[in-house]
């Protein structure tokens, strides 16, 4: 598995197994399967209302707690309470310490969620912490204004989202760049079916999936693929053994149509699509 080292130096997987709009047995099953397919990093969220499935399947698995590395989020309508919170994810998730925790939007009184989580962090429950869906502008103001920078930020990135111009100003700040929906969602077929994409993924012998999770990895992106079958779980895995060249690279950057669906009026088609993946 190849990791990425965080600003506090804790070493995060770039390859992580995301369980949006999943639940019940289908997100232990999914959650099982991503387990037993090498998955080590899970990402979850207060406001998916799965954290339980997840911990019964860590718990089925057998997989040590040390190997893994636990990803939740606090949902911005409990940032007034967000140790109680996370409190709550720990215990549902059957741990005593997450590697990473999130504030999920920069909504609401994030101001004193993040001080909360600072003071977890310094107690040790926390092992990094940071957030999704920021901006640029909220992301530097939060960074500005408080002692501890985020260490992630999770934000809606894929081929034909490349985020590109956000990704300067995580650099800039030492602020790791995870993406969320990387197969696109609900732009999987527009994605898929890009000749640039198809002609790069056949010279490999991987399909477009594939390829398009690789070429985020090859540029400094973490990656949270998700998916309720189990071929396809195993596929997004399969990552490791092959790698774009240059000008491969290049080609399928000039994909990038810089225009996020997530919390848009385009994404109607968003659940939908992703619920059938």
């Known amino acids: 598995m190849d990791t990425i080292t965080l600003n506090n130096g804790i070493p995060m997987p770039m390859l992580g197994f995301g369980t949006f709009l999943m639940n019940g047995a289908q997100c232990e099953e999914s959650v099982l399967a991503a387990l037993r397919s090498g998955y080590r990093m899970i990402d979850t969220a207060e406001a998916y209302g ?23 989020k606090v949902n911005f309508r409990s940032y007034e309470n967000a140790r109680e919170t996370v409190k709550t994810s720990l ?9 990473l925790v999130l504030l999920h939007w920069p909504f609401g009184n994030y101001y004193a ?31 500005e204004f408080n002692e501890i920078a985020p260490a992630v930020n999770q934000i809606e990135t894929h081929l034909l989202c490349q985020r590109r111009a956000e990704r300067e100003w995580l650099e800039k700040y030492h602020v790791r760049h ?7 969602q609900g732009r999987r077929n527009e994605m898929f079916e890009a000749p640039a994409l198809v002609e790069v993924a056949k010279a490999h012998g991987k399909t477009p999936a594939q390829t398009a999770l690789r070429f985020l990895m090859q540029s400094g992106v973490a990656v949270i693929p998700k998916s309720v079958h189990e071929e396809r779980i195993r596929e997004n895995f399969d990552l490791f053994d092959f ?4 000008e491969e690279m290049e080609r399928l950057t000039e994909l990038d149509a810089a225009a996020p669906m997530i919390g848009t009026p385009e994404d109607p088609a968003l659940v939908e699509a992703a619920m059938k993946w």
């Open 50 to 72: 799965n954290e339980e499935a997840v911990g019964r399947a860590i718990a089925k698995s057998n997989v040590p707690r040390q190997e893994l590395f636990l990803v939740t």
């Open 113 to 143: 969620a993040w001080r909360e989580l600072e003071q977890m962090y310094r107690e040790g429950t926390l092992r990094a912490i940071g957030v999704s869906n920021f901006e640029p502008d909220r992301l530097i103001d939060l960074i």
């Open 91 to 99: 215990k549902k998730l059957g741990t005593d310490y997450l590697d």
């Open 243 to 246: 790698a774009l060249t240059a």
């Open 178 to 184: 995870m993406a969320y929906a990387p197969l696109g």
